[in-house]
């Protein structure tokens, strides 16, 4: 079936519910309100012409910094062969939204992740912890206005500008740089990085 049949289904069954409709993206897709998603979700799974019986992959991601946080996703149907994508936003703060783990059981780690990185929420969740960062790590990495903590249990937390001289504080007085920036000076074989050559 393809993207539009599929939306137009959609719209037949929930109306107003299916906020929106991108056919011309790379991955056709349908924006529905969180408290919509789980009915939406459902649907897809379980009527015979749709029958999306996995859940191919589910994402968080952060448009910038006063925006809401978005929830994507990515699903399959082996036995029509078709994909569709669905799409809902949640609040900055507080953001939470239906776990589809009941529904696909490799949204469960999926889940975990976009929790542990954006700090969305999946109410319902069988094992709601972080699977990434520690438990008592603060803040959510993957947000584009994340800012990192200096220490962790007293362990100074590694930032590109440390690599070569402890300077943090002059580099990046406001320490806003990504925990895991420093990993793209790292070489691929491992070490230390190398100075740059002009």
Not at 185 to 192: E, I, M
Request: charged content about 25%; glycine content about 8%; hydrophobic content about 35%.
């Amino acid at each position: 079936m393809a993207p539009d049949q599929i939306a137009q289904r959609l719209q037949d069954r929930f109306g107003e519910q299916i906020l929106e409709f991108k056919g011309d993206a790379i991955d056709p897709f349908v924006r529905v309100a969180p408290e919509n998603l789980l009915p939406v979700c459902t649907f897809l799974h379980q009527e015979d012409d749709l029958f999306f019986d996995m859940c191919h992959n589910l994402s968080g991601y952060d448009p910038g910094p006063g925006k809401p946080l978005v929830v994507i996703y990515h699903l399959f149907s082996f036995r029509h062969r078709h994909w569709f994508t669905v799409k809902t936003e949640v609040p900055r703060t507080g953001g939470h939204v239906a776990t589809v783990s009941y529904l696909w059981r490799t949204a469960d780690w999926h889940e975990r992740e976009v929790y542990d990185l954006f700090g969305i929420t999946f109410d319902n969740h069988p094992d709601p912890r972080r699977i990434l960062c520690p438990d008592d790590w603060e803040g959510w990495p993957m947000r584009k206005d994340y800012v990192v903590q200096e220490y962790y249990h007293g362990i100074r937390v590694p930032y590109g500008e440390d690599w070569n001289s402890f300077d943090t504080f002059a580099s990046n007085f406001e320490r806003g740089h990504f925990v895991f920036a420093f990993e793209k000076r790292l070489p691929a074989n491992g070490g230390q990085p190398s100075e740059k050559k002009e």
